[in-house]
């Protein structure tokens, strides 16, 4: 720990469990101040909690006031929070899964940088020079389909080109604010619950590990640190990028593994 | 011999711009053009001039039911369905600072929800027809950002990341039908006919999107319809899950 996140104040939606918690214990352990924003708490860890629903306008204008008045700024934004919305192929999703999962996933993820740059712009000193890092969760599902769910998919897609909108119109706007998207493959987090449920937790892991090119699955911590840097201003020239931390799946020819739970 | 003899292609968007071009081009290589638009004026006067090898349905892309009766209605009328093209689209011009809810997800639905259930409707009657093709409209801008197209951007981006699942799905389920995105540059279209009044510096916008271009000028509707021709065609048979991009060199 070196502190290089001192009095800068993060929101990581979706905080309380799996890649969100390990972002936000990376994040306090290096001084930050973070809020966890979720439907319900996690168990006991490091930020204080905030009851959050990013699928509701309201919802972030209330958290962006918590958040302002309590802590005083606003520097990182991770959006993290996503859902599987279950297995579903284009002849199975109906209407209601894809618009329940573009809600969470691709909506949530829009108001996040919205509200982001309304904090971070008057965080900002003289609230045209803001100064922040948007982090937004997409998926290794948004640079290659390996048929999983397909609502799912397009929401990570979604999520891929509009952090690029994103970051391009904070740098023409002169905000000093960065825009990236990290694209996870499959880490060992709740997200995979049905299918730790429908075969064990450890043979689960090993399934889907076994069809990642580095031959297991990755621990939240790992796409966390990925988090980390991109928060910090170590990444300071970086932005509009497409992280992938997928243990190898979109580096050769592989048979890709559905790469949400079915 | 035609390229696409007896082949019955569905085109959303299909009374105007790329989807209109595409009809054209469907008819005259020896195909079968359904025509599904919300402009019923347009669309049935396409459809007219095509003559017996063409028909319009009304659609609105975001309705499930509507496209199921589209589908419907083609398989009535030319006995089959082999090809779509999920042309149908908006351009808005916004940003992540002064877009709303409402507006995102109006932009998503028609351009993301509306070619999901495209495919949807299409696999179902492909899968009677002996298999078939898909062609999705997405953009250079679900390749790369643009900062005034926040929802634009991910409508497209979205789009880019369906064909693949559908690719891939259909490929699993051996269907015999292909799916592949097409990524076009910006095309002398009613779509940008706004873009192209603007004024951006001292240029029209006309010229500024010209010279954003390498080649130096838009394309043209019958440019893009050309790939979209063989995509739609036998002649692309080991295509499937790809990008195909058409963009005067924007992205090189």
């Not at chain 1, 640079?143 to 999520?159: D, F, Q």
């Not at chain 2, 495209?118 to 696999?123: L, M, P, Q, S």
């Not at chain 2, 002398?188 to 271009?213: F, K, V």
């Amino acid at each position: 720990m070196s502190g290089e996140l001192l009095d800068k104040v993060a929101i990581v939606t979706g905080g309380a469990s799996g890649i969100g918690a390990a972002s936000a214990a990376l994040l306090a352990g290096e001084g930050a101040r973070v809020v966890i924003a979720d439907l319900q708490a996690g168990r006991d860890g490091p930020g204080r909690f905030v009851r959050h629903d990013v699928t509701v306008d309201e919802s972030w204008k209330a958290l962006l006031a918590d958040v302002l008045g309590k802590e005083g700024r606003l520097d990182i934004m991770v959006n993290n929070a996503g859902i599987a919305g279950g297995p579903g192929t284009i002849e199975t999703t109906t209407v209601g899964n894809w618009q329940q999962v573009q809600a969470v996933n691709s909506e949530g993820v829009f108001l996040g940088c919205k509200y982001a740059l309304l904090g971070m712009k008057e965080t900002g000193r003289d609230k045209q020079a803001a100064k922040g890092s948007i982090v937004n969760i997409s998926s290794v599902a948004g640079l290659v389909s390996g048929a999983g769910p397909i609502a799912y998919t397009a929401s990570k897609g979604a999520v891929r080109l509009l952090s690029k909108s994103v970051a391009l119109y904070c740098a023409e706007k002169k905000y000093d604010i960065r825009c990236n998207s990290v694209h996870p493959g499959g880490v060992d987090t709740p997200i995979f619950n049905p299918l730790w449920q429908a075969v064990g937790h450890e043979q689960g892991k090993a399934l889907l590990g076994a069809r990642h090119p580095i031959g297991r699955m990755a621990e939240p911590e790992e796409i966390g640190e990925i988090v980390l840097w991109l928060a910090s201003d170590r990444s300071s020239y970086v932005t509009g990028a497409e992280i992938a931390a997928d243990g190898g799946i979109t580096t050769g020819l592989v048979k890709r593994p559905p790469l949400a739970p079915s | 011999m035609p390229r696409l003899e007896n082949k019955v292609v569905l085109l959303s968007g299909g009374a105007s711009g790329i989807g209109a071009a595409s009809a054209r081009l469907v008819v005259r290589e020896g195909g079968k053009a359904v025509l599904a638009d919300r402009d019923h004026d347009k669309g049935r006067a396409l459809a007219g001039e095509l003559g017996a090898a063409s028909l319009f349905v009304p659609l609105d892309v975001t309705d499930e039911a509507a496209w199921q009766k589209a589908v419907a209605t083609t398989v009535d009328s030319f006995g089959a369905l082999h090809g779509l093209l999920n042309a149908a689209g908006v351009g808005v011009r916004n940003s992540i600072e002064d877009c709303t809810l409402e507006e995102y997800r109006r932009v998503n639905d028609i351009n993301s929800l509306g070619t999901f259930l495209g495919c949807k409707a299409a696999i179902a009657a492909m899968k009677q027809s002996g298999g078939g093709s898909i062609v999705n409209i997405s953009s250079v801008l679900g390749l790369r950002g643009a900062s005034y197209a926040m929802a634009y951007c991910a409508s497209k981006g979205a789009v880019r990341l369906l064909t693949r699942h559908v690719a891939l799905h259909c490929a699993q389920m051996k269907y015999n039908i292909r799916c592949n995105s097409v990524h076009p540059g910006y095309i002398d279209t009613p779509m940008i006919a706004p873009r192209l009044a603007d004024t951006i510096g001292n240029m029209s916008g006309r010229q500024w999107l010209e010279e954003l271009h390498p080649l130096g000028r838009l394309g043209r509707a019958e440019e893009v319809a050309n790939m979209i021709l063989f995509l739609l065609s036998d002649e692309s048979s080991f295509s499937t899950g790809s990008e195909f991009v058409c963009d005067g060199g924007l992205t090189a």
